[in-house]
């Protein structure tokens, strides 16, 4: 693919006026205050969690309901990325206790604050074949990515490379 831009109009960079971006301003202070509000209550939640009151009681206390999600396999797109991972970072928890923690959603700032309540240890012996041969290639597609990346910077140190910009 072959793009060509020619530029008809150029606008040397300059501080535009405080009345003309003042709405922008207002904005951005309400947002970043927002933000550690949300912040600041996830904390709060994480810390009740802590102390041992139970989570159905803390989402009420905020005016939230509490979702059960019973399984959640690792790397589930939903509710968001961002909170499976939180889910399956925090620590398993002891018998008869939990494990809180909280995530900021990227899509729109806020957060997800959990508790794991169980960690069930996968079974390799109850994979089927196409399973086992499934996570075999993806081991193996990791593994040969690893090195190609290790055998380049390998190469990059040991060899001199000159890059014939004008050539690219």
């Known amino acids: 693919h072959v793009v060509m831009l ?3 109009n150029h606008t040397p960079a300059r501080e535009l006026p405080v009345a003309q971006v003042r709405e922008r301003i207002v904005a951005e202070i309400r947002g970043e205050r927002t933000r550690k509000a949300a912040e600041a209550a996830a904390d709060a939640m994480v810390a009740k969690l802590n ?14 309901v509490a979702i059960d999600l019973p399984i959640v ?4 797109p939903m509710p ?3 909170a499976t991972q939180a889910y399956f970072s925090v620590p398993a928890p002891a018998a008869g206790k939990v494990s809180p923690g909280k995530a900021r959603l ?6 997800v604050v959990f508790v794991v309540t169980k960690v069930t240890a996968g079974d390799p012996s109850r994979a089927t074949p196409a ?5 075999q290639r993806q081991l193996a597609q990791a593994s040969g990515t690893d090195d190609a990346r290790a055998f380049i910077a390998t190469m990059r140190r040991a060899m001199k490379i000159d890059v014939a910009e004008d050539r690219l």
Not at 53 to 58: D, R
Not at 73 to 76: E, L, M, V
Not at 106 to 111: C, F, H, I, R, T
């Open 51 to 64: 102390a041992g009151t139970p989570i159905a009681q803390v989402a009420a206390e905020h005016g939230l």
């Open 6 to 8: 020619r530029v008809t």
């Open 106 to 111: 990227q899509q729109d700032g806020s957060y």
């Open 80 to 82: 968001a990325r961002e």
């Open 73 to 76: 396999p690792r790397g589930a």
């Open 131 to 135: 399973e086992r041969e499934t996570l």
